[in-house]
């Protein structure tokens, strides 16, 4: 029989981690794993599969997905293959289980030129992913790792759930997410904290479309009567969209990205706009595809256009609802423990954490490492979060595992 550790021994075996989580840190931050860079996302998989499994003792479970589509510049639908979801799990008939979650891929393309990770100081490591989260897989791993050697162990399961689409939305993957969250009791997601060490509390939902404005082409001197303006229609449509940041406080809409026309002395027959909408409840989600949708009807009353809208609300709002205040106070007494002083605040950011509360499972989504500048090349991370967040989740699964009824 294997020798338990005790709470005191546990804090030190993870404090004597720190080298080598770091040094793997490094490591994977120096593989691509851009979203669509699907050869880099499977040395990522097997890689962090086999770290997994050496330090938990069991069998990683990698699933290959269907590929997702989405809309080229082009307004045509295409397929677009992601990487695959890696999954782990131990204990699946325990009465209480626990949900670890997180993703493999970053926003960083092969093209990029943020490649590689470097020492900022001595406390802080850049990189693509060190933060966002590369670095929060490590200390879901290690945590998890150092709470198997405690006397503990036996009262939990749990399944680890890795996917490769988080930063394009986890189309692919949702099924899995849903399905994971419905056999579990409690979710544990390893985005970074905020900048000064805060959790994410209350979360926006998230849509992503696209807007495609057909017109008619013409030359543009000898017949533009006979044309239909692509890009003014579309300028038309795009104002209109955005007078939705007028109409309510909580929901934002960004214009992202637009493209269509070509040679000037022609009437652009195609354009097209890419944008986001940031919604606070499920009430505003509904205001605002009834917004979107009339913008379209108007465009498609007018004479020889023809204007489609593709794309959707793919996580809903995460609401600081009952259960989850249930579990704000958890993670800040574990917090006072260790002398961390933590608190949750709310964000228009949204992950996987909105997929799993809308599937009723109750999460904190923010247990990674303590950094900032994410989505940047100026992407950084505190090193001694390494260890510190390490020992968060360890004071989290020790406190779920002795009174579980209080908390879930």
């Known amino acids: 029989?294997?020798?338990?550790?005790?709470?005191?021994?546990?804090?030190?075996?993870?404090?004597?981690?720190?080298?080598?989580?770091?040094?793997?840190?490094?490591?994977?931050?120096?593989?691509?794993?851009?979203?669509?860079?699907?050869?880099?996302?499977?040395?990522?998989?097997?890689?962090?599969?086999?770290?997994?499994?050496?330090?938990?003792?069991?069998?990683?479970?990698?699933?290959?997905?269907?590929?997702?589509?989405?809309?080229?510049?082009?307004?045509?639908?295409?397929?677009?293959?992601?990487?695959?979801?890696?999954?782990?799990?131990?204990?699946?008939?325990?009465?209480?289980?626990?949900?670890?979650?997180?993703?493999?891929?970053?926003?960083?393309?092969?093209?990029?030129?943020?490649?590689?990770?470097?020492?900022?100081?001595?406390?802080?490591?850049?990189?693509?992913?060190?933060?966002?989260?590369?670095?929060?897989?490590?200390?879901?791993?290690?945590?998890?790792?150092?709470?198997?050697?405690?006397?503990?162990?036996?009262?939990?399961?749990?399944?680890?759930?890795?996917?490769?689409?988080?930063?394009?939305g986890s189309l692919a993957s949702a099924p899995l997410l849903a399905k994971a969250a419905r056999r579990n009791n409690l979710g544990l997601v390893y985005e970074p904290c905020m900048p000064d060490g805060y959790l994410a509390g209350a979360r926006r939902g998230s849509g992503n479309y696209s807007l495609v404005v057909h017109g008619k082409a013409a030359h543009a001197g000898r017949e533009y009567h006979l044309g239909r303006n692509a890009i003014a229609t579309l300028a038309m449509s795009m104002c209109k969209l955005d007078d939705l940041n007028k109409l309510s406080d909580s929901i934002t809409l960004n214009l992202g990205r637009i493209s269509g026309g070509g040679p000037t002395n022609v009437v652009p027959n195609l354009a097209i706009c890419h944008f986001n909408i940031r919604v606070s409840t499920l009430q505003d989600q509904e205001f605002a595809e009834q917004h979107v949708a009339k913008v379209v009807q108007a465009a498609n009353s007018l004479d020889g256009f023809s204007t489609i809208i593709s794309g959707g609300f793919n996580r809903p709002p995460k609401p600081?609802?009952?259960?989850?205040?249930?579990?704000?106070?958890?993670?800040?007494?574990?917090?006072?423990?260790?002398?961390?002083?933590?608190?949750?605040?709310?964000?228009?950011?949204?992950?996987?954490?909105?997929?799993?509360?809308?599937?009723?499972?109750?999460?904190?989504?923010?247990?990674g490492v303590q950094g900032g500048d994410i989505h940047s090349d100026k992407e950084y991370m505190l090193i001694d979060s390494l260890v510190e967040r390490s020992h968060l989740s360890f004071n989290i699964l020790q406190r779920v595992a002795q009174q579980p009824d209080r908390w879930l």
């Open 1 to 168: 029989m294997t020798a338990t550790r005790t709470q005191s021994e546990s804090y030190d075996w993870l404090t004597q981690q720190q080298q080598k989580m770091l040094s793997t840190l490094k490591a994977w931050s120096n593989i691509n794993s851009g979203s669509y860079n699907v050869d880099g996302i499977e040395q990522m998989t097997a890689t962090i599969a086999a770290y997994a499994e050496q330090c938990l003792d069991v069998t990683a479970t990698i699933t290959h997905l269907e590929p997702i589509t989405t809309m080229d510049d082009s307004g045509n639908l295409v397929e677009r293959q992601v990487g695959p979801v890696l999954q782990l799990s131990k204990r699946p008939k325990a009465q209480t289980r626990v949900l670890f979650c997180g993703h493999m891929d970053t926003v960083f393309p092969l093209e990029s030129s943020f490649q590689k990770w470097h020492q900022i100081d001595q406390n802080t490591l850049g990189g693509p992913g060190v933060a966002d989260m590369k670095g929060g897989i490590l200390v879901m791993l290690n945590a998890l790792q150092a709470f198997e050697n405690t006397d503990q162990a036996e009262k939990l399961g749990w399944d680890i759930l890795l996917n490769s689409d988080e930063e394009i």
């Open 320 to 367: 600081a609802s009952n259960a989850q205040r249930k579990l704000f106070e958890l993670v800040e007494l574990c917090g006072e423990e260790l002398d961390l002083e933590l608190g949750f605040r709310s964000t228009g950011g949204c992950c996987d954490g909105n997929n799993l509360l809308a599937a009723g499972l109750p999460n904190i989504d923010t247990l």
